[in-house]
């Protein structure tokens, strides 16, 4: 960056923040003044709507919200989360500042970064929530960094998941432990597996897991990307896939475009191994009739990608306390332990058990997690994301070496 | 609010000088080239496909029980959303598709999927086979609709008694009249075909996509600073779309001066029985492929798991429906209200226009392209705009807004499907009325509408269908506010659960099949004793 | 039925198209009377019948004055003219029944409409048909059906466009007689378009070459 731009950045960032005293929220610490302000209120909450059990338990908080707080939830159902990013941006430009559509939208990773570097988010505000500290904020990074990216209160944690990988049991005997084997079980089942194309999030999530599982040392990736460091840090992974993809389903000529497509195929038969960023994904397409009941999940030896997605509310939304109010209420452990019922949607916790009361534990401990989902002391480690500047490269360099 | 992104002004965003480093990143994306080649063609090849078994089968219906029955399974094919047809035919093309499950293991001995890339080919066939599926029922119902005003028995009558064969005697006598009166859909569906998102995204090629969906992927990259490459490339995106309008239009010119011969040349019944034979064999092909998507669609909304290669699925259930269902009902409220008003209001601006140009013998005029631009300019791209005006002047997300911008889409295709007709209705008719004393308003009540009526309707029910399938529209100007059958269904689709995805699509399918039916049903009872009205269906 | 039988007057036409002047004409029409103007397609004579019964396309420029008696006509819109016009095609509306046809001519204020049509087609030897589908017609039918939809409307003057050019020469025959037969009966201005001589001849008015 030349310094002249430098300069102006901070010139208009500065400018901004002037401008972004939050008009008619309420200070976030007086939890009785958000209480009181949000009773009455319209939350208009942009999410993510493509599975129907994430949809019915956002149905379920809707009315828990109503009948405690007096917030009336409205759930947006978006195909994509670009789209509720779109329309703040383009209130922004047109100057609409206080009376925002978006009250609160479900988000994380490169969609957080983005909207965090261009001031399109209200905060802090997060860290003031009452039951955020249930999710032991201290000792635990996740909540505090958003693929590396600081989340400086300007997010609450709602989910944590990691990646897993899935295989019907029916078909393959001896699933691959870590990448080198799943290269060679490939070459021996050619066509039995693939996965989501890259810019897509699974995909991006396959090649930042193979990046992290054949490096050597992984610190470098959790820093922003240095041009000179790419070429040396990524061979590795460019060498793993030039030699895996003539195997891949279709010989790599196609990929499924989401993890949506992925099930399909492994519904149909046509793979036997795929992934998935959500533990429980398996148990409950079982559930739904689209896998058969003899698919088991499973994670490599050396850790799986995790990461948390948030609730954020952007910087002009109209009903910020309500959106407070039910963010809040989104990290209670009646409302976490809901979600993580595999009966419900299965989605794991971002709370923090040691922190939990003896009876606010037992929730989490009757919950039966499904045929399918690996119980959380199998999962592994946790390996974190990389920072956003390396996904975004690695994800850039796949397009420019596989399309043509 | 396309152009300036795209040239690097964007405020919002921190782009506040005009450069062309978006066009730069543009030129070097991998796979540009092939994703602007992969729309270019995959939209003349499949008009032209598509034009082709329309008037095939024309020529060779000759309106016996058999070419009825046809015809009428075409027309609720129509209804069908874009995407719901995708699906469907995925699934039956697939290798672990239907054709294959039928077949598979008695007669290939496969018990697990052949690895054959079918969908999603490099070369975009299968894609251009969903388009096909698409737009010959789109063809074909504005040629039923234009074609009783050329009065073709008589022309084939005419024809015939000079010895050619009826087929020939149609291809001669009446398409070369019929064509201009359907050229404004032919130009649509070019438009649509080279611009495709939906569709593309399910059976087209990924490496690289069509140009279209690489510039919806920009659009929604996190990284917000892609958006100015992305206003680039739905740029040329219109470059695109009118450079293979211009194709088309040089192509129409040549043929018409090769075909000067062909007509004239005087073979009566060469070729006949090709025609006769293929144009009903080849929209059999197309209207049996559709319903098995459709029935496809309609066993998924009831499986259970269904392994490969069961014909069947394992078990059934009614579960998805149960879980749909409960919620349903005021998305279809706000579809058809939005939809109803949208075409009312669309099909008053549009006669009025078309009767005040009728009166004052006013030409085409050339600012009617303008009418179109929202055909042809990448939806992803001006919506963003769109919502900043409408926030500058602080109209908030609310009915009338999602209204007025469906109108933005409804006025063209009403305007499309109706101004030949309307322009082409003998002026003789009003004429008449009007030597007989008779004041125009009442020549315009009782002789112009009622002989426009089935392509008044025609017209209204596809505008209605137009309304029904916006997505993006709706919810960006809506803001969430106006949830439709529509924005469910997308929403839902992202997530890919085939059996609920199916439910979805039929319920979408629900309102536009009976918008159209009554359009072909009413005129048949106004008209049930009024033989020349009936026309062609 | 007493009309005040009067004159058509056309005085000093002049039709231009971009400068150029397609056609003049002066002439007086008398009641009863039918003057045929013929000639070649493309000599201006559906323009002449456009200028005259109101339709011209604004691409035309006319001069001269039209006069039905002493009121003037060419400041008039079409419908306010009583000029009938009898076309090639019968045009009757395919939408109505034969009733419908022949009500829709008829002045907004008459009496006994019902019977007036009833009589209409009995003078057409088509008692009877009032309920019938005017595409079940023959063509013959059909053009009697025009000619009395015509006559009910009372108009002034009437335009003939070559209406016997679609009829077969057995019926062609037996139209022109009933034709100019009612129109002279009536005492009708007539002034008729054609390229046929007979129908010239059959008219007995003078005749007017152009082009």
């Given at each position: 960056?030349k310094?002249r731009?430098t300069?102006?950045?901070?010139?208009?960032?500065?400018m901004?923040?002037?401008?972004?005293?939050?008009?008619?929220?309420?200070?976030?610490n007086?939890?009785?003044?958000?209480?009181e302000a949000a009773d009455?209120?319209t939350?208009?909450?942009n999410?993510?709507?493509?599975?129907?059990?994430?949809?019915?338990y956002?149905?379920?908080v809707?009315?828990?919200?109503?009948?405690?707080?007096?917030v009336?939830?409205?759930h947006?159902k978006?195909?994509d989360?670009?789209?509720?990013v779109s329309?703040?941006?383009?209130?922004?430009?047109?100057g609409?500042d206080d009376?925002?559509s978006?009250?609160m939208i479900w988000?994380n990773?490169?969609?957080?970064?983005?909207?965090?570097?261009n001031g399109?988010?209200?905060g802090?505000?997060a860290?003031?929530?009452?039951?955020y500290?249930?999710t032991?904020p201290?000792n635990?990074?996740?909540?505090?960094?958003?693929?590396?990216?600081?989340?400086d209160g300007?997010?609450?944690?709602?989910s944590?998941?990691?990646?897993?990988f899935y295989?019907?049991?029916a078909?393959?005997?001896?699933?691959?432990?870590?990448?080198p084997?799943?290269?060679?079980?490939t070459?021996?089942n050619p066509g039995?597996f693939t996965?989501a194309?890259v810019?897509?999030?699974?995909g991006?999530?396959?090649?930042?897991q193979?990046?992290?599982e054949?490096?050597d040392a992984?610190?470098?990736?959790y820093?922003?990307?240095?041009?000179?460091?790419?070429?040396?840090a990524t061979?590795p992974?460019?060498?793993f896939?030039?030699?895996l993809?003539p195997?891949?389903?279709?010989?790599?000529?196609a990929f499924?475009?989401?993890?949506?497509d992925?099930?399909?195929?492994?519904?149909d038969?046509?793979i036997?191994?795929?992934?998935?960023?959500s533990?429980?994904?398996a148990?409950g397409a079982?559930?739904n009739y689209?896998?058969?009941d003899t698919?088991?999940?499973y994670?490599?030896?050396?850790?799986?990608?995790?990461?948390m997605?948030?609730m954020a509310?952007?910087?002009?939304a109209?009903?910020?306390?309500?959106?407070?109010v039910?963010?809040?209420?989104?990290m209670?452990?009646?409302a976490?332990a809901e979600k993580?019922?595999?009966?419900v949607w299965?989605?794991?916790t971002v709370l923090?058990?040691e922190m939990?009361?003896s009876?606010?534990?037992a929730l989490f401990?009757?919950?039966?997690?499904g045929i399918?989902?690996?119980p959380p002391?199998?999962l592994g480690e946790?390996l974190?994301?990389p920072?956003?500047?390396?996904v975004?490269a690695?994800?850039e360099?796949?397009?420019?070496?596989?399309?043509? | 609010m396309?152009i300036l992104p795209?040239f690097?002004?964007l405020p919002?965003?921190g782009g506040?000088?005009f450069?062309?480093e978006?066009?730069?990143?543009l030129?070097?994306?991998?796979?540009?080239?092939r994703s602007?080649?992969?729309?270019?063609?995959s939209g003349l090849?499949?008009t032209?496909?598509a034009?082709?078994i329309v008037?095939l089968?024309?020529?060779?219906?000759?309106?016996t029980?058999?070419d009825?029955a046809?015809?009428?399974?075409v027309s609720?094919?129509?209804?069908?959303?874009?995407a719901?047809?995708a699906?469907g035919?995925a699934?039956?093309?697939?290798?672990?598709?239907?054709?294959?499950r039928w077949?598979s293991?008695?007669?290939?001995?496969?018990?697990?999927?052949?690895?054959l890339?079918?969908v999603?080919?490099?070369?975009?066939?299968a894609?251009?086979?969903?388009?096909?599926?698409?737009?010959v029922p789109?063809?074909l119902l504005?040629?039923?609709?234009?074609?009783?005003q050329?009065?073709?028995e008589?022309?084939v009558?005419?024809?015939?008694?000079l010895?050619y064969?009826p087929?020939?005697a149609?291809?001669?006598?009446?398409?070369?009249?019929?064509?201009?009166?359907?050229?404004?859909?032919v130009?649509?569906?070019?438009?649509y075909?080279?611009?495709?998102?939906?569709?593309?995204?399910?059976?087209?090629?990924?490496?690289?996509p069509?140009?279209s969906?690489?510039?919806l992927?920009?659009?929604?990259d996190p990284d917000?600073?892609?958006?100015f490459?992305?206003?680039a490339?739905?740029?040329?995106?219109?470059?695109?779309t009118?450079?293979a309008l211009?194709t088309?239009w040089?192509?129409?010119?040549?043929?018409k001066?090769?075909s000067?011969r062909?007509?004239?040349?005087?073979?009566?019944a060469?070729?006949?029985?090709a025609?006769?034979f293929?144009?009903r064999a080849?929209l059999?092909?197309?209207?049996?492929l559709?319903m098995s998507?459709l029935?496809g669609?309609?066993?998924?909304?009831?499986a259970?798991f269904?392994?490969?290669p069961?014909?069947?699925p394992?078990?059934?259930?009614?579960?998805h429906?149960?879980?749909?269902?409960?919620?349903?009902?005021?998305?279809l409220m706000?579809?058809?209200s939005?939809?109803?008003?949208?075409?009312?209001i669309a099909a008053v601006?549009?006669v009025?226009?078309?009767?005040?140009a009728?009166?004052h013998?006013?030409?085409?005029r050339?600012?009617?392209w303008?009418?179109y631009l929202?055909l042809?300019v990448?939806?992803v791209?001006?919506?963003?705009g769109?919502v900043v005006?409408?926030?500058s002047?602080?109209?908030?997300?609310?009915h009338?807004?999602?209204v007025?911008?469906?109108l933005l889409?409804v006025?063209?295709?009403l305007y499309?499907?109706?101004?030949e007709?309307y322009?082409?209705?003998?002026?003789?008719?009003v004429q008449?009325?009007?030597?007989l004393g008779?004041?125009p308003w009442r020549?315009?009540?009782?002789?112009?509408?009622?002989l426009l009526?089935a392509?008044l309707?025609?017209?209204?029910?596809v505008?209605?269908?137009?309304?029904?399938?916006q997505?993006?529209?709706t919810?960006?100007?809506?803001?969430g506010?106006?949830?439709?059958?529509t924005t469910?269904?997308?929403a839902?689709?992202?997530?890919?659960?085939?059996?609920l995805?199916a439910v979805?699509?039929?319920?979408q399918?629900?309102?536009?099949f009976?918008g159209?039916s009554?359009a072909?049903l009413?005129?048949?009872?106004?008209?049930?004793k009024?033989?020349?009205?009936r026309?062609?269906? | 039925m007493t009309?005040?039988?009067?004159?058509l007057?056309?005085?000093?036409?002049?039709i231009?198209?971009a400068?150029?002047?397609?056609?003049?004409?002066h002439?007086d029409i008398?009641?009863?009377e039918v003057v045929t103007?013929?000639?070649p397609?493309?000599?201006?004579?559906?323009?002449l019948l456009a200028?005259?019964?109101g339709?011209l396309s604004?691409?035309?420029?006319?001069?001269?004055e039209l006069?039905l008696?002493?009121?003037r006509l060419?400041?008039?819109?079409?419908?306010?003219?009583?000029?009938g016009?009898?076309f090639?095609?019968p045009m009757l509306f395919p939408?109505?029944?034969?009733e419908?046809?022949?009500?829709?001519?008829?002045?907004?204020?008459?009496?006994d409409?019902?019977?007036q049509v009833?009589?209409?087609?009995?003078q057409?030897g088509?008692?009877?048909?009032?309920?019938?589908?005017p595409?079940?017609l023959?063509g013959g039918q059909q053009a009697?059906v025009?000619?009395m939809?015509l006559?009910?409307s009372?108009?002034?003057?009437?335009?003939?466009d070559?209406?016997f050019s679609?009829?077969?020469?057995a019926l062609r025959?037996?139209m022109?007689?009933?034709v100019?037969?009612?129109l002279?009966a009536a005492g009708l201005p007539?002034l008729?378009v054609?390229?046929?001589e007979?129908?010239a001849?059959?008219?007995g008015g003078?005749?007017i070459?152009l082009g």
């Amino acid at each position: 960056m030349k310094p002249r731009a430098t300069l102006g950045a901070a010139v208009a960032t500065a400018m901004l923040s002037l401008a972004l005293p939050a008009a008619a929220a309420p200070d976030p610490n007086d939890w009785e003044a958000v209480l009181e302000a949000a009773d009455g209120q319209t939350v208009y909450w942009n999410a993510w709507a493509g599975e129907e059990r994430t949809n019915a338990y956002i149905s379920w908080v809707a009315q828990q919200v109503n009948a405690k707080y007096g917030v009336e939830l409205v759930h947006v159902k978006l195909g994509d989360t670009a789209e509720a990013v779109s329309r703040v941006l383009a209130e922004k430009q047109a100057g609409n500042d206080d009376q925002g559509s978006v009250d609160m939208i479900w988000i994380n990773g490169e969609n957080f970064a983005a909207m965090k570097a261009n001031g399109l988010l209200f905060g802090p505000w997060a860290d003031a929530m009452p039951y955020y500290a249930l999710t032991d904020p201290d000792n635990t990074p996740a909540v505090r960094y958003d693929w590396t990216i600081p989340v400086d209160g300007l997010e609450s944690p709602w989910s944590s998941s990691q990646v897993v990988f899935y295989y019907d049991t029916a078909l393959v005997e001896n699933h691959p432990n870590n990448m080198p084997e799943l290269l060679e079980w490939t070459k021996q089942n050619p066509g039995e597996f693939t996965y989501a194309q890259v810019p897509n999030f699974l995909g991006n999530a396959f090649i930042t897991q193979a990046l992290l599982e054949l490096s050597d040392a992984t610190d470098i990736f959790y820093d922003p990307m240095q041009d000179e460091d790419f070429d040396a840090a990524t061979a590795p992974l460019w060498e793993f896939l030039d030699e895996l993809h003539p195997h891949l389903w279709r010989s790599g000529r196609a990929f499924p475009s989401n993890s949506a497509d992925l099930r399909s195929l492994m519904g149909d038969s046509e793979i036997s191994i795929a992934l998935s960023f959500s533990t429980t994904e398996a148990s409950g397409a079982i559930a739904n009739y689209e896998l058969p009941d003899t698919v088991r999940s499973y994670v490599h030896d050396s850790g799986m990608i995790g990461n948390m997605s948030f609730m954020a509310i952007p910087y002009n939304a109209q009903h910020k306390a309500g959106a407070m109010v039910v963010a809040n209420y989104l990290m209670s452990p009646e409302a976490q332990a809901e979600k993580q019922d595999p009966e419900v949607w299965g989605s794991n916790t971002v709370l923090a058990m040691e922190m939990l009361s003896s009876e606010d534990r037992a929730l989490f401990d009757d919950i039966d997690l499904g045929i399918a989902t690996l119980p959380p002391n199998e999962l592994g480690e946790v390996l974190g994301q990389p920072h956003p500047s390396w996904v975004d490269a690695i994800a850039e360099a796949w397009q420019e070496r596989y399309v043509n | 609010m396309v152009i300036l992104p795209a040239f690097g002004y964007l405020p919002v965003l921190g782009g506040d000088t005009f450069h062309l480093e978006a066009w730069q990143a543009l030129w070097g994306r991998a796979g540009l080239h092939r994703s602007v080649l992969l729309s270019y063609f995959s939209g003349l090849i499949t008009t032209l496909v598509a034009l082709f078994i329309v008037v095939l089968f024309l020529a060779a219906s000759q309106g016996t029980w058999i070419d009825r029955a046809i015809r009428r399974m075409v027309s609720p094919l129509l209804a069908i959303p874009h995407a719901a047809v995708a699906f469907g035919l995925a699934f039956l093309i697939a290798p672990s598709g239907l054709f294959v499950r039928w077949i598979s293991p008695g007669l290939t001995g496969w018990e697990r999927p052949p690895d054959l890339l079918i969908v999603n080919d490099p070369l975009g066939l299968a894609l251009m086979a969903g388009l096909i599926l698409k737009e010959v029922p789109f063809l074909l119902l504005m040629s039923l609709a234009a074609l009783p005003q050329l009065r073709p028995e008589q022309r084939v009558t005419l024809a015939r008694s000079l010895g050619y064969a009826p087929s020939i005697a149609w291809l001669k006598c009446v398409f070369p009249a019929l064509y201009p009166l359907i050229r404004l859909p032919v130009y649509a569906v070019i438009a649509y075909a080279t611009s495709v998102v939906d569709m593309a995204l399910i059976l087209g090629p990924t490496l690289p996509p069509t140009l279209s969906v690489s510039i919806l992927t920009w659009f929604n990259d996190p990284d917000l600073n892609r958006r100015f490459m992305a206003s680039a490339g739905a740029v040329l995106q219109l470059g695109v779309t009118l450079a293979a309008l211009l194709t088309w239009w040089l192509g129409e010119q040549a043929v018409k001066r090769a075909s000067q011969r062909w007509l004239a040349n005087g073979a009566r019944a060469s070729g006949s029985t090709a025609v006769a034979f293929g144009g009903r064999a080849l929209l059999l092909t197309v209207t049996l492929l559709a319903m098995s998507a459709l029935a496809g669609l309609a066993l998924f909304s009831v499986a259970g798991f269904w392994r490969f290669p069961d014909a069947l699925p394992g078990t059934f259930t009614l579960n998805h429906w149960q879980r749909i269902l409960p919620s349903v009902a005021t998305p279809l409220m706000n579809t058809l209200s939005v939809g109803l008003a949208a075409t009312l209001i669309a099909a008053v601006l549009v006669v009025a226009t078309l009767e005040h140009a009728a009166r004052h013998h006013l030409p085409a005029r050339r600012a009617q392209w303008l009418l179109y631009l929202p055909l042809i300019v990448p939806q992803v791209a001006f919506l963003f705009g769109l919502v900043v005006a409408a926030e500058s002047v602080a109209i908030r997300p609310q009915h009338a807004l999602v209204v007025a911008v469906h109108l933005l889409f409804v006025v063209p295709y009403l305007y499309l499907s109706l101004s030949e007709a309307y322009r082409r209705l003998d002026p003789r008719w009003v004429q008449v009325a009007l030597s007989l004393g008779v004041p125009p308003w009442r020549a315009f009540w009782q002789v112009r509408l009622p002989l426009l009526l089935a392509p008044l309707l025609t017209a209204c029910a596809v505008s209605l269908a137009v309304s029904i399938g916006q997505y993006l529209p709706t919810l960006l100007l809506g803001g969430g506010r106006v949830p439709t059958i529509t924005t469910e269904a997308v929403a839902m689709a992202s997530g890919g659960n085939r059996r609920l995805v199916a439910v979805l699509a039929l319920l979408q399918a629900l309102l536009p099949f009976i918008g159209f039916s009554l359009a072909l049903l009413i005129p048949r009872l106004v008209w049930a004793k009024r033989r020349q009205m009936r026309g062609a269906t | 039925m007493t009309p005040n039988l009067q004159t058509l007057h056309i005085k000093q036409m002049s039709i231009t198209l971009a400068g150029e002047t397609l056609l003049t004409m002066h002439r007086d029409i008398a009641p009863g009377e039918v003057v045929t103007v013929m000639g070649p397609s493309g000599s201006g004579k559906s323009t002449l019948l456009a200028y005259l019964a109101g339709f011209l396309s604004p691409a035309f420029q006319a001069q001269g004055e039209l006069y039905l008696g002493d009121k003037r006509l060419d400041t008039l819109p079409a419908e306010r003219r009583s000029i009938g016009l009898l076309f090639q095609d019968p045009m009757l509306f395919p939408h109505l029944s034969v009733e419908g046809n022949l009500r829709f001519g008829l002045p907004h204020r008459a009496n006994d409409k019902r019977q007036q049509v009833a009589q209409a087609l009995e003078q057409v030897g088509l008692s009877g048909f009032e309920a019938r589908d005017p595409a079940t017609l023959s063509g013959g039918q059909q053009a009697r059906v025009a000619l009395m939809r015509l006559l009910l409307s009372q108009p002034r003057a009437v335009l003939l466009d070559e209406p016997f050019s679609k009829l077969d020469t057995a019926l062609r025959q037996e139209m022109r007689t009933l034709v100019f037969g009612q129109l002279r009966a009536a005492g009708l201005p007539t002034l008729l378009v054609t390229h046929d001589e007979a129908d010239a001849n059959a008219a007995g008015g003078p005749i007017i070459a152009l082009g």
